[in-house]
């Protein structure tokens, strides 16, 4: 055995131990109520996700966020049920820089834990009525906050759980992608030399290809199940990952079509190409120009800071690489098996 399969082998176990056991961090996945009046004292039930709140709550704090210069800290909070807060707040009569509406954000600090922050977690707008009080907004620096130490992932709203997804779907695909290209070159060098071994090696690593997509979409509908509310919604990069896995599946009919096995190999050869050359647009250019719910399409952000941190990629490009060894490998074992074929049909 072959270095480079260990150590596929042993990427592929530890990034499922490391993705399925490393804890998500702190977060917040709720507040009520929502929209707020100037002038009033609010109290906010935050709703917190993986928080200790066993802490005393005098220890937990709390801001609102106008902007960097525009902020108001929570009088007192107390600790309501196991997993949610009471923060109240003075809210100051009008808005800074005499806006009359704007979202503000949730900053909430956690003893040895963490700090959790929700982007547009109320609304607030100036009141109507003649209510008023000493409130004023304030230039904090929040610079002593508590910070988690031990490793862990980051809090995605929506995504909470499932984020560790990323090291088998997006991994998955990725791998597919080094896989087809491979093929693609055994490809080129079959229409050169007419050499059966090339052939059977571009199908090999071609069916494994077409093995991680299928992988692939199946755990990106498990995804979806959780996140857009439907395994299947129509949605244009489900269309069109579908229409590339079944250009493909045509090549296996093709292959299966054809009895001569030199001519098998050049038209299966030019497919191959051709259908390499579709999955370009099919998956990067069309989705982009279309709405999507998609991470990475229709203006979602991908592969950025909004769905990866330095945690998750020190497992996310190793878990690439394993999954390409290990699919290699099993490829390597399937154009052995085509290869045994060949000769025995020779004899």
Known sequence: MKWWKILGVVIVIAVHVAGLLIPIGIGITGVSPYQLSGGNNITLNVQTYNADLSHKADDIR??????????????????????????????????????????LTLIVDFPDQGTAILPG??????????VSNNAAWTNL?????????????????ILLETIRNTYFHVS??????????????YSVRVLRSNHLLD?????????????????????????AKYTWGRPWSWDIKQITTAIALLIYAAYFLLRTALDD???????????????????????????????????????NPAMGGEDLDNTMRMIFYPAIIGWALVGAWI???????????????KI
Request: proline letters at 4%; a neutral charge.
């Open 121 to 130: 977690a109320v609304y607030i707008m100036e009141s109507g009525n003649n």
């Open 172 to 185: 998955l695909w990725m791998a597919m992608m080094l896989l087809l290209m491979i093929a693609v070159y």
């Open 331 to 345: 490829a390597q074992l399937r154009y052995r098996v085509k290869n045994l074929e060949n000769i025995s049909n």
């Open 62 to 103: 709390a801001w609102l966020k106008y902007d960097n210069d525009h902020l108001i800290q929570a009088g007192s909070i107390s600790v309501s049920t196991e997993s949610s807060i009471d923060a109240a707040f003075e809210i100051p009569n009008n808005l800074p820089k005499d806006k009359l509406k704007s979202d």
């Open 199 to 223: 052939d059977a090696k571009s199908n090999g690593y071609t069916e494994v290809g077409f093995l991680f997509g299928i992988l692939g979409l199946l755990t990106g509908m498990v995804w």
């Open 141 to 157: 620096t929040l610079s002593d906050l508590n910070v988690k130490t031990i490793l862990h992932f980051p809090y995605r709203s």
């Open 261 to 299: 096995p030199y001519k098998r190999a050049r038209i299966s050869a030019i497919f191959n190409i051709f259908a390499f050359i579709a999955l370009i647009p099919l998956l990067y250019i069309l989705p982009r120009m279309s709405e999507s719910l998609h991470p990475g399409n229709g203006g």
